[in-house]
């Protein structure tokens, strides 16, 4: 079995599987085209923004008693958090606005994911994806903000592409992230059994 530097290995997996399934929920509502009503999006959006917060902010709570990772998770549900309330409660339906809260929402949110690769990710194969992810959302926030001249169909499925792009790569984060964890616990039960072993060999040649 291959040696895992446990340090590498992301304890959030199961938070980034749901933030996984409820970016692609988003992502396809947007991009079925079945949405022509701005405000019906707008609140779609903020409902989702605000799930991913408490999601976020579980996981910061969780991991604030492991003494692990708990910053992170506060700054992505910070943003999610008050991305959400601005277009519940300052944007009041404008697609001006909420256009410009949206880009600067996903703007953030790909400038965070590039922090959180270079600062708090050793993998490759993690920074990898959360660079991907991140450089996609900075272009995706530029192409929103200047969407003001495209129809209101069309800035949604700019949205939805983004949304399943952090769909999908959540997913491959947490499923990389769960097997490496698989393999960690085999991994040390491999090891209490040869400690166990060499244990015995010592005690048992003390006897003699």
């Given at each position: 079995m291959a040696h895992i530097k446990r340090k590498y290995i992301d304890?959030?997996?199961?938070?980034?599987?749901?933030?996984?399934?409820?970016?692609?929920?988003?992502?396809?509502?947007?991009l079925s085209g079945q949405v022509t009503n701005f405000a019906q999006t707008s609140s779609l959006i903020s409902i989702f923004l605000l799930t991913m917060g408490v999601v976020d902010a579980s996981s910061a709570l969780y991991n604030s008693t492991k003494k692990r990772g708990w910053i992170n998770s506060v700054i992505d549900s910070l943003v999610d958090v008050v991305a959400a309330l601005c277009l519940l409660l300052f944007t009041h339906d404008n697609i001006a606005y909420s256009t410009i809260v949206l880009a600067i929402y996903t703007t953030v949110s790909g400038v965070i994911d590039i922090i959180h690769s270079i600062v708090a990710t050793e993998d490759n194969t993690d920074r990898f994806i959360r660079i991907s992810v991140g450089v996609c959302g900075a272009v995706m926030g530029f192409i929103i903000l200047n969407s003001g001249d495209f129809e209101i169909s069309t800035f949604i499925r700019f949205f939805g592409a983004y949304m399943l792009v952090v769909g999908i790569s959540s997913f491959i984060y947490g499923v990389h992230n769960y097997d490496q964890n698989q393999e960690d616990i085999a991994a040390r039960k491999e090891s209490a059994k040869k400690t166990k072993k060499v244990s015995a060999k010592s005690k048992s040649s003390k006897r003699k």
């Open positions: 304890k959030h997996w199961l938070v980034f599987c749901i933030r996984g399934a409820l970016a692609l929920i988003t992502g396809f509502f947007c």
